[in-house]
């Protein structure tokens, strides 16, 4: 188990959002999860041909117009972007930045999981059909890093810029490593982003889970300071690394250990779906240490995969900032590490 020093200042989040099924902007997730009303769901089409099964997922609705900065980047690129981006202008603005952020060293890292899946498809459905007319335009956009770059130079990101690649907790890396920089001063702040488009792909393989698992898209966005206004990253527990069921069990245990000396009035962001196969194992371990109060996102947002810990935290942020009461995440991962999290109300 990983856990900050006990004598190292919680850091502090004082800028985030959220895009997700729920709609864009922070406030949105937060209310969609309070009303506990199901979101839609839309088909996922297969290109050139159909499945012999359901396959549906929950997008993030049109973007409203004048949310992104002009910028002939965004033409082009990719829906992750566009998700990141929404997330970043949302969390930027909340931090007091300007666009260009100006007086302060900021950094960026995007973690993501599938990447610019939709682009990598078309591309290569291209090269495979007919190779010579195969769009250059497209291939650029098919690198993990594509976003990141374009996030970058949209926004005016002077700092460090990285990408992360892992499973649905990927974002606590992200995070560790944000606060890497910030104790070293290389930066001044740092822009932290989690994000994942939809493809009917990816909603595919989520349905080699469960059946009934919905696949989602999203992204959310912090920015992290030394100090500042805003909750309080106070803990950051993992990871709890696991190979097969047996190890999954004693990651979790631990996971939970790690974070069951929060106050009693804490909210509990879990990592629960609806589906009793793929929720027991929590729900077995949490039984008689969870607070009152236990929310799931994911029965209403859907497995938004490399967004899905992102998501869980900007709730987590926002029962901070709107209900003044501290949160708990318990990401349990999938294949790797568990993660967990405790953000309290500002000071």
Same mark, same amino acid.
């Given at each position: 188990?990983?856990?900050?020093?006990?004598?190292?200042?919680?850091?502090?989040?004082?800028?985030?959002?959220?895009?997700?099924?729920?709609?864009?902007?922070?406030?949105?997730? @937060?209310?969609?999860?309070?009303?506990?009303?199901?979101?839609?769901?839309?088909?996922? %089409? *297969?290109?050139?041909?159909?499945?012999?099964?359901? /396959?549906?997922? *929950?997008?993030?609705?049109?973007?409203?117009?004048?949310?992104?900065?002009?910028?002939?980047? +965004? *033409?082009?690129?990719?829906?992750?972007?566009? @998700?990141?981006?929404?997330?970043?202008?949302?969390? @930027?603005?909340?931090?007091?930045?300007?666009?260009?952020?100006?007086?302060?060293?900021?950094?960026?890292?995007?973690?993501?999981?599938?990447? /610019? =899946?939709?682009?990598?498809?078309?591309?290569?459905?291209?090269?495979?059909?007919?190779?010579?007319?195969?769009?250059?335009?497209?291939?650029?956009?098919?690198?993990?890093?594509?976003?990141?770059?374009?996030?970058?130079?949209?926004?005016?990101?002077?700092?460090?810029?990285?990408?992360?690649?892992? %499973?649905?907790?990927? +974002?606590?890396?992200?995070?560790?490593?944000?606060?890497?920089?910030?104790?070293?001063?290389?930066?001044?702040?740092?822009?932290?982003?989690?994000?994942?488009?939809?493809?009917?792909?990816?909603?595919?393989?989520?349905? #080699? #889970?469960? /059946?009934?698992?919905?696949?989602?898209?999203?992204?959310?966005?912090? !920015?992290?300071?030394?100090?500042?206004?805003?909750?309080?990253?106070?803990?950051?527990?993992?990871?709890?690394?696991?190979?097969?069921?047996?190890?999954?069990?004693?990651?979790?245990?631990?996971?939970?250990?790690?974070?069951?000396?929060?106050?009693?009035?804490?909210?509990?962001?879990?990592? *629960?779906?609806?589906?009793?196969? +793929?929720?027991?194992?929590?729900?077995?371990?949490?039984?008689?240490?969870?607070?009152?109060?236990?929310?799931?996102?994911?029965? @209403?947002?859907?497995?938004?995969?490399?967004?899905?810990?992102?998501?869980?935290?900007?709730?987590?942020?926002? !029962?901070?900032?709107?209900?003044?009461?501290?949160?708990? =995440?318990?990401?349990?991962? #999938?294949?790797?590490?568990? #993660?967990?999290?405790?953000?309290?109300?500002?000071?």
């Amino acid at each position: 188990m990983i856990v900050p020093s006990e004598n190292a200042p919680p850091t502090a989040i004082i800028g985030a959002g959220a895009a997700s099924p729920a709609g864009w902007g922070i406030q949105s997730l @937060l209310a969609a999860i309070q009303s506990g009303e199901e979101l839609p769901s839309t088909p996922s %089409e *297969r290109p050139g041909g159909d499945r012999p099964w359901a /396959c549906s997922a *929950r997008r993030v609705p049109p973007l409203p117009a004048g949310l992104l900065p002009r910028s002939p980047r +965004l *033409r082009r690129s990719s829906n992750i972007t566009k @998700l990141a981006m929404g997330a970043a202008v949302e969390a @930027l603005a909340d931090a007091g930045h300007t666009q260009p952020p100006q007086g302060a060293r900021l950094g960026l890292i995007l973690c993501v999981m599938n990447g /610019c =899946v939709d682009f990598t498809g078309r591309f290569f459905n291209e090269v495979l059909d007919t190779p010579t007319l195969a769009s250059p335009i497209l291939f650029p956009e098919t690198v993990f890093n594509a976003p990141a770059s374009h996030v970058a130079q949209c926004l005016g990101i002077d700092g460090p810029v990285s990408t992360l690649i892992g %499973e649905p907790t990927n +974002l606590a890396e992200g995070l560790r490593m944000a606060t890497t920089w910030l104790d070293a001063e290389l930066i001044d702040q740092c822009l932290v982003i989690a994000a994942e488009e939809h493809n009917w792909l990816s909603s595919e393989a989520v349905g #080699y #889970y469960h /059946c009934d698992l919905i696949a989602s898209e999203g992204a959310a966005a912090f !920015v992290l300071a030394p100090t500042g206004r805003g909750p309080r990253l106070s803990s950051l527990t993992g990871p709890f690394p696991f190979i097969g069921p047996s190890e999954r069990s004693t990651a979790l245990q631990e996971l939970v250990a790690s974070l069951s000396t929060s106050p009693p009035n804490a909210v509990l962001i879990d990592g *629960r779906c609806g589906i009793p196969s +793929l929720d027991q194992l929590e729900f077995d371990t949490w039984a008689g240490r969870s607070p009152d109060q236990v929310w799931s996102p994911k029965k @209403l947002l859907g497995e938004s995969m490399g967004a899905s810990m992102g998501l869980q935290l900007a709730l987590a942020v926002e !029962v901070a900032r709107s209900l003044a009461r501290p949160a708990l =995440v318990s990401s349990p991962g #999938y294949n790797a590490a568990a #993660y967990g999290a405790i953000v309290s109300p500002a000071s």
